[in-house]
């Protein structure tokens, strides 16, 4: 009797428990999607599919969330309504939690629509894991528009285990790399301005080391250097996914190899040291937090693809700031740099997709949705934008939605920037798919060696970013780097991403 | 003793039973419930299989943490440093507790005790900044200092012997306040017959202290130390991470399991990873604190949390 007492007690506890749990499950799930009888007042048929429901969507995008959010949502929220009788609420996860929140909205089972993915967010991993919603069939049908317009390249990006899972941005982007710089301080001396080579760039730091003391010649702090991506990048070769894997485009069947197999790293670590000494980045880099040493004035140069060129130019106009690209083989980063998936507890993911082909396939649409209400947040000038009040909103964090036709430069933006897209555009063509470009398709899958590649990019981290920096000796230094990827699995991840690169070469031969 | 059963007890005690009810709650629900996630270390966790619907793989998460013999290199740093900040911080606690107790002027006392309280209200990121700009080459307070003197310039983040007293030191800083305060409410709980007597038998303040403050509160000290000793495995990750940023020429002497973990699995989201290096802990937490209760026990029995 005693016994079935306490063991009654025990589970009306657990039973009590299990409701309290399940029911904040579905609660927080609730208020993101929820089907309401439509209003009647918009049309009921667009693009042949039944749209008479109206429906709430909820997309979640990673940027700290603008002051105006709510009048820019409202204002989208009338077109959306009236051609596809939906509404769309933008959650923001904010960049201080990101790290952690946004895996995490896949583990918790929310119930949401639409997510901005990217490379930088682990698409693929999250992807194989099961976090978005397959698209193989929805995404034709239903972005019929957005479909058409992907390139092969593209498309072949957005997979994953064969099955599209994302939707990449139109908007190419550059594999660019090469300093913003200043030029005013260096105004009086006999610098000759030239900047295409490392050398050149070299000889900027020195003039910029004599010219302005006080000034960090190179901008490098905590997040590591980028020069080993522009030296190898310089030398025509292209890096995998970690930063540790590169290989040879000009191959015919490229081997991969890292670092310490490659036949220049000495000179290159031989030339970090020579800049470390002469004190053009700060001896204790590693260590400080401030990432906006430029910005602040406090350095000369910095490290940077294309798209924080205008942005430093159109904040200090007085600089001359100007860019240089130092990359020999320009090609298009995978477009799964800005990419929208649909989340696999979505409810809606038909309408969701409508959505976005009309966001990405109507200028009237893309501006309320990307820029915000315009006079207020945005003017046009000269097919440029400005941006009324940076400080409300700065635009939508949702950068895959851009097009190349759509997306318009920052006003006041720098003279040369059309020109120097241009030609990256020209080389891209002369390639012919030939060079880098012929591997910006190939997507590592690291699911059967996740376990060393984890332990590699760790690694890399505590051993090559000192190397790099001549923070360690460049011989020693070196050898232990080798040992250390060595005993962390290195070798199998070579021959598990050559199998999978053999394999792609072999499938592109096919076709 | 005759025993009663669970509902009789019930009857009988009612209030204390409504008391305890909320604690219990609590435990159960933030402590035991979350521990069903530990199965996360044995699966290869689907987002939508949900955690019980994944697939089992065994110890493969675990494999990682040893992979590139990290594993006990980083275990190795993290009970070090627990050991090294439990003496220092807890020594230094007690000393400060015992310096407050016997002090006289009631203002000069708090504004003491105010003081060296306030470092526990400073974030670790700010204290991180702290350091960079003590010890950064270029710009570093302490190099300036050393070159005013007309010595060499130091790089002291590339030698990472130091690194572990520079941590024991900022950790000894930010807590020796707030750890004070335990031992000084266990002082001013000692009898003051006790100390009266002693000034009639003619003893002086450090035979005071030595025969009659810590010998009161050994309790506290010893119930500190289980409690401290229970943590002996979690490296406090802010303090770490906020002091040495990424720099890998200090990783050698400076990594925690805590940071380790966080620094491998940023970049492939793997959960099953990450509850792996939790489950590691756990466990090796638990046999410590078994192993280091059932000593007191022996030793002194009273003194053993349970």
């Known amino acids: ?511 | 003793m005759k025993k009663h059963g669970f509902v009789y007890e019930f009857k009988k005690n009612k209030a204390l039973f409504f008391m305890v009810a909320p604690t219990v709650l609590l435990v159960l629900v933030m402590s035991y419930l979350p521990m069903s996630g530990l199965v996360l270390a044995f699966k290869n966790y689907r987002f939508d299989l949900g955690v019980f619907g994944s697939e089992w793989n065994g110890l493969e998460n675990f494999r990682y943490l040893f992979q590139s013999g990290a594993g006990w290199l980083i275990t190795r740093n993290t009970i070090l440093y627990n050991l090294l900040n439990l003496i220092t911080s807890q020594g230094l606690a007690i000393v400060v507790a015992v310096i407050i107790s016997e002090l006289t002027g009631r203002i000069f006392k708090k504004i003491t005790q105010s003081v060296i309280f306030l470092p526990y209200f400073i974030s670790w990121v700010i204290v991180g900044t702290f350091v960079f700009n003590i010890f950064n080459y270029e710009t570093g307070v302490l190099n300036n200092i050393i070159t005013a003197f007309g010595g060499e310039k130091v790089n002291v983040y590339s030698m990472p012997g130091v690194w572990p007293w520079i941590i024991c030191i900022f950790n000894a800083w930010k807590w020796v306040g707030y750890n004070s305060i335990i031992y000084i409410a266990a002082i001013t709980s000692i009898d003051a017959e006790c100390y009266e007597a002693a000034d009639i038998d003619g003893a002086n303040v450090f035979q005071k202290i030595w025969y009659i403050t810590f010998p009161s509160i050994r309790p506290t000290i010893i119930t500190m130390l289980l409690l401290q000793v229970g943590r002996i495995l979690r490296g406090d990750f802010e303090m770490f991470y906020q002091i040495v940023g990424n720099n890998g020429q200090l990783y050698d002497a400076t990594d925690v399991i805590d940071t380790y973990v966080f620094r491998s699995l940023l970049t492939n989201s793997n959960f099953g990873m990450t509850a792996a290096a939790t489950f590691y802990q756990s466990v090796l937490c638990f046999i410590i604190i078994m192993v280091v209760n059932q000593i007191v026990k022996k030793v002194e029995a009273d003194y053993a949390l349970f």
């Open chain 1, 1 to 511: 009797m005693k016994r079935t007492i306490r063991l009654t007690a025990l589970l009306l506890v657990a039973a009590l428990l299990v409701c309290a749990c399940t029911a904040c499950g579905t609660g927080k799930g609730k208020a993101s999607s929820e089907d309401t009888p439509s209003s009647g007042a918009a049309s009921s048929e667009a693009a042949g599919e039944d749209i008479s429901k109206k429906v709430e969507l909820s997309m979640y995008v990673v940027s700290d969330r603008p002051v105006v959010q709510d009048q820019v949502e409202e204002n989208y929220n009338k077109v959306f309504e009236e051609k596809l009788n939906c509404t769309l609420k933008v959650n923001w996860i904010g960049w201080a939690e990101y790290k952690n929140k946004y895996p995490l909205l896949f583990s918790s089972g929310e119930v949401f629509d639409m997510a901005y993915t990217s490379t930088w967010l682990n698409f693929s991993p999250l992807a194989r894991k099961g976090a978005f919603k397959e698209l193989d069939e929805l995404w034709p049908k239903y972005a019929p528009k957005n479909y058409e317009r992907q390139s092969e390249m593209a498309l072949r990006q957005s997979k994953v285990n064969g099955h599209s899972y994302c939707i990449p941005t139109l908007l190419g982007t550059y594999s660019a790399s090469g300093p913003t710089y200043r030029t005013d301080i260096l105004e009086g001396t006999d610098w000759d301005g030239k900047m295409e080579t490392i050398a050149d760039y070299e000889e900027f730091l020195e003039y910029a080391k004599e010219a302005a003391p006080e000034m960090e010649p190179y901008n490098v702090y905590q997040s590591g250097s980028d020069m080993d991506e522009v030296y190898m990048k310089s030398k025509g070769l292209y890096g995998l996914t970690g930063g540790f894997l590169w290989l040879d485009p000009s191959e015919e069947k490229p081997q991969v190899f890292t670092y310490y197999e490659y036949g220049d790293t000495p000179e290159f670590l031989t030339m970090m040291s020579r800049w470390n000494e002469k004190g053009f980045f700060s001896k204790s880099a590693l260590s400080d937090t401030d990432s906006q040493k430029f910005r602040g004035g406090k350095a000369a140069s910095r490290i940077t693809n294309l798209d924080a060129y205008p942005d430093e130019y159109i904040r200090h106009p007085e600089w001359g700031v100007k860019y240089a690209n130092l990359v020999s083989d320009v090609s298009n980063l995978p477009f799964t740099q800005d990419a929208m998936a649909i989340a696999s507890t979505s409810k809606n993911p038909e309408r969701a997709l409508m959505l976005y082909d009309l966001i990405t396939s109507d200028q009237e649409v893309f501006n309320a949705f990307y820029y915000g209400v315009e006079g207020v947040n945005y003017k046009i000038i000269d097919g440029q934008i400005e941006n009324l009040a940076p400080d409300d909103f700065v635009y939508s964090a949702c950068w895959s939605a851009r097009t190349p036709e759509f997306d318009m430069d920052d006003y006041g933006s720098p003279a040369d920037l059309p020109d120097i897209r241009a030609s990256f555009d020209s080389h891209i063509e002369e390639m012919k798919g030939e060079g880098s470009q012929k591997y910006t398709g190939f997507v590592m899958d690291t699911a059967a060696i996740e376990t060393e590649f984890a332990a590699c990019q760790n690694v890399h981290q505590q051993y090559w970013w000192p190397l790099e920096l001549a923070y360690t000796d460049a011989e020693s230094g070196l050898q232990e780097y080798e040992e250390k990827m060595e005993v962390a699995g290195i070798e199998r991840i070579r021959e598990e991403v050559q199998r999978q690169l053999d394999e792609y070469l072999d499938s592109l031969k096919e076709k």
